[in-house]
């Protein structure tokens, strides 16, 4: 089995509470009024972490409910405080410590394409615009370790039954969140589909990959307990694609059990308008428009609660958490998960090369020119954009 110390091992360093600074700067903007510019948010986001439950049939979300533990971030009047010192402060730490590679262990790429010296899946070649070769294998890990710390180490926050016997985790990228979820639950036999077969050949026993589209039609026999999707905003194929996952994850679940959605959401905003007319801005315009030419919109996750709701779902509930673009935020939590997506982010820029090039028409030179810019904003703690990070899960009638 392939080892997991390095992520198992967040659990224990991201479940302290962080409490929220004791004062804000006065160049701070409150988080629930986001710019028109670039854009508008809807009224109901409130702050770094918003739990909504919607019943059935009604795509209007009721008032928030908030959690005690999810405003730690703001002060009384509902500002994010931006740090003006550097990053010198031991409380951020580094990324030294992010999960290390198991390339080593993990099958080879036995088929693939190449373009602008990445790989990509030859299995429905075209269809996920990102590389699945070892540097992109390597960020998804990094992913994981950045979800575990927004989550306060939880792979999973819907309330599933304690000894599920059949799990699903749909675009499952290197399986390691599939792997954790298959030791921290040995009572259940774990599915993780991909695209790319990029996952370990050292497995618990009780997991297994295989290579499919989650858009395909699913003929799995046995009926799942949980039913796991995270970071897919760019994979599904519009409105109709995404709706049509949501309602075979529907039919596909045992009465009671949940399916669980946990993305990012695009584009990035800010508070104060610092993103606007920025390098880092027009990235996010261009991988608009381009999700949008390839018929693969990056810009769905606001509507995954309706869509479950649509699709059959009850008890559906949102929650919203923060990740800041660098490490802008005065409050300790938020500046780390800056930390994180910032690294994250970084690795990504070159995988959404193929953007520019395939989808734009850019030419190679351009792309890299463009795409160094983006990654000066990155770095630039003057520009105090972020984005929302949504878990949606809703559960299937008894």
């Known amino acids: 089995m392939t080892s997991n110390s390095t992520s198992h091992a967040a659990d224990s360093t991201v479940s302290e509470r962080v409490e929220g600074p004791e004062s804000v700067d006065s160049n701070a903007a409150p988080l629930n009024q986001i710019i028109k510019d670039p854009l508008p948010l809807s009224s109901n986001t409130g702050g770094p972490m918003m739990p909504t439950t919607v019943a059935t049939g009604d795509l209007q979300s009721q008032d928030n409910i908030i959690a005690d533990h999810q405003f730690t971030a703001q002060s009384e009047d509902g500002h994010i405080s931006v740090?003006?010192?550097?990053?010198?402060?031991?409380?951020?730490?580094?990324?030294?410590?992010?999960?290390?590679?198991?390339?080593?262990?993990?099958?080879?790429?036995?088929?693939?394409?190449?373009?602008?010296?990445?790989t990509y899946h030859r299995f429905k070649e075209g269809q996920y615009i990102m590389p699945n070769d070892e540097i992109e294998q390597n960020r998804l890990d990094m992913q994981h370790k950045l979800c575990l710390m927004t989550l306060n180490g939880k792979l999973h926050l819907a309330p599933i039954k304690k000894d599920?016997?059949?799990?699903?985790?749909?675009?499952?990228?290197?399986?390691?969140?599939?792997?954790?979820?298959?030791?921290?639950?040995?009572?259940?036999?774990?599915?993780?589909?991909?695209?790319?077969?990029?996952q370990p050949d050292f497995l618990p026993p009780n997991c297994t990959f295989e290579v499919e589209d989650v858009e395909d039609e699913w003929v799995y026999r046995q009926k799942f307990d949980y039913i796991h999707g995270r970071l897919m905003v760019t994979c599904f194929k519009g409105e109709e694609g995404t709706r049509g996952v949501f309602a075979q994850a529907f039919n596909a679940l045992a009465p009671g059990?949940?399916?669980?959605?946990?993305?990012?959401?695009?584009?990035?905003?800010?508070?104060?308008?610092?993103?606007?007319?920025?390098?880092?801005?027009?990235?996010?315009?261009?991988?608009?428009?381009?999700?949008?030419?390839?018929?693969?919109?990056?810009t769905r996750t606001r509507m995954y609660k309706a869509w479950m709701i649509e699709a059959g779902f009850e008890d559906v509930r949102e929650e919203l958490m923060i990740w800041p673009i660098n490490t802008w935020p005065r409050d300790p939590h938020l500046k780390k998960l800056g930390l994180w997506f910032r690294e994250d982010m970084l690795e990504a820029l070159s995988s959404t090369k193929?953007?520019?090039?395939?989808?734009?028409?850019?030419?190679?030179?351009?792309?890299?020119?463009f795409l160094s810019q983006v990654r000066q904003d990155y770095m630039n703690r003057g520009i105090h954009a972020y984005t929302f990070f949504h878990v949606v899960y809703g559960r299937k009638p008894e």
Request: proline share 5%.
């Open 164 to 198: 599920p016997h059949h799990v699903l985790d749909i675009g499952t990228g290197t399986g390691i969140w599939a792997i954790d979820f298959a030791t921290k639950y040995p009572s259940a036999s774990v599915i993780g589909s991909d695209l790319s077969p990029i």
């Open 354 to 369: 193929a953007m520019l090039t395939r989808v734009h028409g850019w030419s190679s030179d351009d792309a890299d020119m």
């Open 257 to 298: 059990g949940y399916f669980e959605m946990q993305d990012g959401e695009f584009p990035m905003t800010s508070d104060d308008g610092t993103l606007a007319d920025t390098a880092l801005w027009k990235w996010n315009l261009l991988m608009m428009e381009g999700g949008a030419k390839s018929g693969r919109p990056w």
């Open 83 to 118: 740090d003006i010192h550097d990053d010198s402060d031991s409380a951020v730490g580094d990324v030294d410590s992010r999960p290390g590679s198991t390339m080593s262990i993990r099958s080879s790429i036995y088929d693939y394409v190449e373009e602008n010296g990445r």
